[in-house]
C-alpha cells in the first residue's frame, strides 16, 4: 500500500517563507507519472486545492490566492515534490496535504479524484 509523506511545514511569521515535500514511502514507488497535488484545509473551511504538477510534462497550476507566491517542484529522481510558499500571509494558516494520481485531466482536481494521499503536515502563519 502506497501512502504519501508530507515533510516540512511549521511555524512563519507574516512575509517569511516555509516549504513542505512530499514522498511515497513505499520503496521503489516513483511518483514520475503521477500529477501531484498540494491541498490545503483550515478549520472550518473546505479542503482546497493550492497547486499541482502534471506527470506527462511538468505543467503546474496554482489556486488564485497563492499564485506568485507559491512555487511547485519535482526533484530529479521524481522522487519528492515541493511545495515553496514565499510571501506567507495569516490566510494561508491550514494542515496541508499531497494527494497524487495517473489520471492526467485539465486542473488539479478534486481531492477524492486522487489515487494516493498523505496524512498532513500542519503551516501556521502569524501576523
Known amino acids: 500500500q502506497v501512502q504519501l509523506v508530507e515533510s516540512g511545514g511549521g511555524w512563519a511569521q507574516s512575509g517569511g517563507s516555509l516549504r513542505v515535500s512530499c514522498a511515497a514511502s513505499?520503496?521503489?514507488?516513483?511518483?514520475?507519472?503521477?500529477?501531484v497535488a498540494w491541498f490545503r484545509q483550515a478549520p472550518g473551511k473546505e479542503r482546497e486545492a493550492v497547486s499541482c504538477?502534471?506527470?506527462?510534462?511538468?505543467?503546474?497550476d496554482y489556486g488564485d490566492s497563492v499564485k506568485g507566491r507559491f512555487t511547485i517542484s519535482r526533484d530529479k529522481a521524481n522522487s519528492t515534490v515541493s511545495l515553496q510558499m514565499n510571501g506567507l500571509t495569516p490566510g494561508d494558516t491550514a494542515v496541508y496535504y499531497c494527494?497524487?494520481?495517473?489520471?492526467?485531466?485539465?486542473?488539479?482536481?478534486?481531492?477524492?479524484?486522487?489515487?494516493?494521499w498523505g496524512q498532513g503536515t500542519q503551516v501556521t502563519v502569524s501576523s
Open positions: 494527494a497524487a494520481r495517473l489520471f492526467d485531466a485539465a486542473g488539479c482536481g478534486t481531492w477524492s479524484s486522487y489515487d494516493y
Open positions: 513505499a520503496s521503489g514507488f516513483t511518483l514520475r507519472l503521477y500529477k
Open positions: 504538477i502534471w506527470g506527462s510534462d511538468g505543467r503546474t
